[in-house]
């Protein structure tokens, strides 16, 4: 993991870290109006289609962190920094699965879900990540009745889905 500039729209209010940085929590009033819009489309991530060309990034693998908070995690999670052996990628596993990170308890998870990938990364998978991330929030928008209810159950299938095929390609 080496650092590089990553591009994005802007979401929040130009002074939204005057303070330092700290994480984005539920409803936070540093978002503006357009920027909530941009956040709930995922619409915010499509600049850094542009570090996927330029090789910085890929479609899919564990998400970038902020320089800041990159050494407070790697000291509370262990194994935090094993992350940073695949490219980072604007969706991964623990996008799907854990949604944003906004407390220690969720970054836990989020590195849990980028090992389990890191060990079962396929073309195949990326392909359930991909289709994960862009059709499952239309779905959930358009079509509610044809989404699985226990998100339990969706997770727990997409997990034994991964590792099943991880099985039978090793």
Same mark, same amino acid.
């Given at each position: ?40 489309? *995922?619409? !915010?991530?499509?600049?850094? /289609?542009?570090? $996927?060309?330029?090789?910085? #990034?890929?479609?899919?693998? &564990? ?60 073309? *195949?998978? !990326?392909?359930?990540?991909? /289709?994960?991330? $862009?059709?499952?929030?239309? #779905?959930?928008?358009?079509? &509610? ?26």
């Amino acid at each position: 993991g080496r650092p590089f500039v990553l591009y994005k729209f802007r979401t929040m209010y130009s002074d939204a870290e005057k303070d330092g940085a700290c994480f984005a929590v539920e409803r936070d009033p540093r978002i503006t109006p357009v920027g909530r819009f941009l956040r709930k489309t *995922r619409l !915010d991530e499509l600049p850094q /289609l542009w570090n $996927v060309l330029r090789g910085e #990034m890929s479609l899919v693998g &564990p998400r970038p962190e902020r320089p800041e908070f990159i050494s407070e995690l790697s000291r509370e999670i262990p194994g935090y920094l094993h992350r940073l052996r695949l490219k980072p990628g604007i969706t991964g596993l623990a996008q799907v699965l854990n949604g944003y990170d906004n407390n220690l308890d969720s970054f836990r998870k989020k590195v849990a879900l980028d090992l389990l990938y890191l060990q079962n990364c396929s073309f *195949r998978n !990326d392909l359930k990540i991909i /289709l994960r991330t $862009v059709v499952m929030p239309a #779905m959930q928008r358009y079509a &509610p009745s044809l989404v699985v209810k226990d998100e339990f159950d969706t997770r727990q299938l997409l997990l034994e889905q991964m590792t099943i095929h991880a099985r039978v390609t090793k």
